[in-house]
């Protein structure tokens, strides 16, 4: 008897990806953009002004409770501070509230794991992969870029390296994380998968003096191992 294959997992951004002339791999389980033009063009472009990426095959899980610190057994954080755990990486948002980002495919593992630790409390723990988007706005024009679509003020200073804030992005609700790729500024735009589209497509208009481009998964792994 023949097996009926999982189905493929996409991005709310899978349209606009094809639409540019993305070439797709799979991943997890995700069809992810792996492509646009070249790796060795996008990186020149990610370099020199600014890219954007869709990430929204990365884990996502929301991890609520009074004692939810208590569920990583790690000193308390400061709002906003993000700290490391294994293969990925924890955000304090509120006092009782923790955001999770894994790599693709692993929010199932990592959820089943916290779950464990919190069963003697009162933590609950949210998979929000498939209902939120993730975009990444990466180069040396991000800064100037996100500034003009949120009024936070995204200087180095004011919004450094491993830093999670919620806010509004072209009006819109969105938790936005500062995760640098080697020397470059970098911001994940995270919310739900119904805008994704629409914020994809305003922060493409809004840096279109800043010679945005789009980046594919192969040369952001290139830029991260740089």
């Known amino acids: 008897m023949s097996t009926r294959a999982a189905p493929v997992k996409l991005s709310?951004?899978?349209?606009?990806?094809?639409?540019?002339?993305?070439?797709?791999?799979?991943?997890?389980?995700?069809?992810?953009?792996?492509?646009?033009?070249?790796?060795?063009?996008?990186?020149?472009?990610?370099?020199?002004?600014?890219?954007?990426?869709?990430?929204t095959?990365?884990?996502?899980?929301q991890v609520e409770g009074r004692v939810a610190e208590a569920v990583w057994k790690s000193p308390a954080?400061?709002?906003?501070?993000?700290?490391?755990?294994?293969?990925?990486?924890?955000?304090?948002?509120?006092?009782?509230?923790?955001?999770?980002?894994?790599?693709?495919?692993?929010?199932?593992?990592?959820?089943?794991?916290?779950?464990?630790?919190?069963?003697?409390?009162?933590?609950t723990v949210t998979n929000l992969t498939h209902a939120w988007s993730e975009i990444r706005v990466l180069g040396p024009g991000a800064p100037a870029l996100m500034s003009r679509v949120c009024g936070l003020d995204f200087a180095a200073a004011a919004f450094p390296d491993g830093v999670a804030k919620q806010t509004s992005v072209a009006r819109t609700t969105q938790l936005v994380i500062r995760r640098d790729v080697a020397d470059l500024p970098a911001f994940s735009v995270l919310g739900a998968r119904s805008l994704a589209a629409y914020v994809w497509e305003i922060l493409k208009e809004a840096g279109a003096d800043l010679q945005i481009a789009p980046i594919g998964l192969r040369a952001i792994r290139a830029l991260e191992s740089l």
């Open 77 to 123: 954080v400061e709002i906003g501070a993000g700290f490391a755990v294994d293969a990925h990486r924890v955000y304090r948002l509120r006092g009782d509230c923790y955001f999770v980002s894994t790599s693709p495919g692993r929010d199932i593992a990592v959820r089943r794991t916290l779950i464990d630790r919190a069963s003697d409390s009162f933590v």
């Open 12 to 55: 709310p951004l899978h349209e606009t990806a094809r639409d540019l002339g993305a070439q797709f791999t799979e991943a997890s389980g995700w069809r992810i953009p792996a492509v646009y033009a070249t790796p060795d063009a996008e990186i020149s472009a990610a370099k020199r002004g600014v890219a954007l990426a869709d990430e």
């Open 57 to 61: 095959a990365n884990g996502k899980l």
